[in-house]
Nanobody, 119 residues
Framework: QVQLVESGGGLVQPGESLRLSCTAS????????MAWYRQAPGEERELVAA???????NYADSVKGRFAISRDSAKNTVYLQMNNLKPEDTASYYC?????????????WGRGTQVTVSS
């Protein structure tokens, strides 16, 4: 069994920062890509940021220059540093990872953490 557990969400004011964390646990043999997605009410889930196995990153245009994704492979953890938050960043944020276990390789999702940006 594999679990992805996110933490770090909360209620902040515009311009403030948050740091999200997501840790994979269980029968993890290796992790390839790790990413953060978000979904606002009534909207489709969208990619926010991803870190590829080699360490390269990519970001949604809406968060470039404000968000930074990083990973600690030794801890099976991915982070999302979110600075200068805006009301339009309000959403549930989900962790996604490509994980290999004894039974094979597939993508896993966390249950999400809520980020609310409001004055």
């Amino acid at each position: 069994q594999v679990q992805l557990v996110e933490s770090g969400g909360g209620l902040v004011q515009p311009g403030e920062s948050l740091r999200l964390s997501c840790t994979a646990s269980g029968s993890v043999l290796s992790i390839n890509d790790m990413a953060w997605y978000r979904q606002a009410p009534g909207e489709e889930r969208e990619l926010v940021a991803a870190v590829i196995g080699s360490g390269s990153t990519n970001y949604a245009d809406s968060v470039k220059g404000r968000f930074a994704i990083s990973r600690d492979s030794a801890k099976n953890t991915v982070y999302l540093q979110m600075n200068n938050l805006k009301p339009e960043d309000t959403a549930s944020y989900y962790c996604n990872a490509g994980i290999r276990t004894m039974t094979g390789f597939r993508a896993y999702w966390g249950r999400g953490t809520q980020v609310t940006v409001s004055s």
